[in-house]
């Protein structure tokens, strides 16, 4: 079945890619991308902040408090070992 099908979806989906290259970006794609990527980098600082803070809320009980991921300054994710090393 999958023989049949691949080529019927090339067919399909080469106009659609080589019309977007043509096209290109619209005038505001970058700056409403960028505002979704800065989003994103936040909610990930929250939920590693939030994470952080369980773990250290659990430090009493015999799980260990570690939390191997940690989000700098600039927003880039990093193992903890690497933030020590910085």
């Known amino acids: 079945v999958r023989f049949f099908f691949q ?26 991308a ?19 803070e369980v773990c250290e809320n659990d430090a009493d009980s015999k799980s260990s408090p570690y939390w191997p991921v940690r989000i700098n300054d600039d927003g880039n994710i990093g193992r903890y070992t690497n933030m020590l090393m910085d």
């Open 7 to 32: 080529p019927l979806l090339i067919l399909y989906y080469w106009p659609i890619v080589i019309l977007k290259g043509i096209v290109g970006p619209s005038r505001g794609s970058y700056a409403e």
């Open 34 to 52: 960028l505002k979704k990527h800065e989003v994103l980098v936040e909610g990930w600082k929250k939920a590693v902040q939030v994470a952080s």
